[in-house]
């Protein structure tokens, strides 16, 4: 049973362009919610998180945006750069818990 | 060290044959986690440890499966009796707090059995 969903297994995005991954999540109880990058043969790097007291977080040129009525929360990228090309992982941790659910992952490619 | 390092980067091992997976977290690090990946997939959590405690161990797959931290830094994760379905990434992280917090991951041990 999937509790964090990435239906999209890949997408491609041409350089400048917004890059729009997508995730959506079952249980209401998830409170904290994070974005990791991968790139081929490394570990995940974390990129970006939000709390479920926020609908958006901004960090440069990622910004994360949720919406807890609907479950489903969402990573802009832009302008998208080549060097964005990697898979992109949705996590959720619950406030008590100390693990992390990931998702399936999206792989990005951003082509010029 | 400046980031979380595992060791060894590759292993293949036959199967029946037991392994050891190194992880050195980041210093002052109080949390460690183990997360297995297989192919295709998103990492999945196996254990937890604050310091030297393992404070959760609910998703390691088997009693084949066995992870300590004596000293509450560099953790052990050891698979006995190994078979083809325990091939994957055995990923390490660790973070400053357990809760609320992101953590950072290493780059990965990739067991083959063979």
């Known amino acids: 049973d999937q509790q964090v969903k990435q239906n999209s297994p890949s997408l491609s995005v041409q350089e400048g362009r917004i890059s729009i991954l997508n995730c959506d999540y079952t249980n209401s109880m998830f409170d904290y919610f994070l974005w990791y990058k991968k790139y081929p043969a490394e570990g995940p790097t974390f990129l970006i998180s939000?709390?479920?007291?926020?609908d958006k977080n901004e960090d440069g040129r990622f910004t994360v945006f949720l919406n807890k009525s609907a479950k489903h929360l969402s990573l802009h990228i832009v302008p998208s750069q080549p060097g964005d090309s990697a898979v992109y992982f949705c996590?959720?941790?619950?406030?008590?818990?100390?693990?992390?659910?990931f998702g399936t992952g999206t792989r990005l490619q951003v082509t010029l | 060290g400046a980031g979380v390092s595992q060791s060894p980067r590759y292993k293949v091992a036959k199967r029946g044959q037991d392994v050891a997976l190194r992880c050195d977290p980041i210093s002052g690090h109080v949390s460690l986690f183990w997360y297995q990946q297989a192919l295709g997939q998103g990492p999945e959590f196996l254990t937890y440890?604050?310091?030297?405690?393992?404070?959760?161990k609910s998703g390691l797959p088997s009693d084949r499966f066995f992870a300590e931290r004596p000293e509450g830094s560099v953790s052990t994760l050891k698979i006995q009796r190994t078979q083809q379905e325990d091939s994957a990434v055995y990923l390490c992280a660790s973070s400053s707090t357990g809760v609320n917090t992101e953590a950072f991951f290493g780059q990965g041990t990739r067991l083959t059995v063979v």
């Open positions: 939000i709390s479920s007291i926020k």
């Open positions: 996590a959720v941790n619950t406030g008590t818990a100390s693990k992390l659910t």
């Open positions: 440890f604050q310091n030297e405690a393992q404070l959760d």
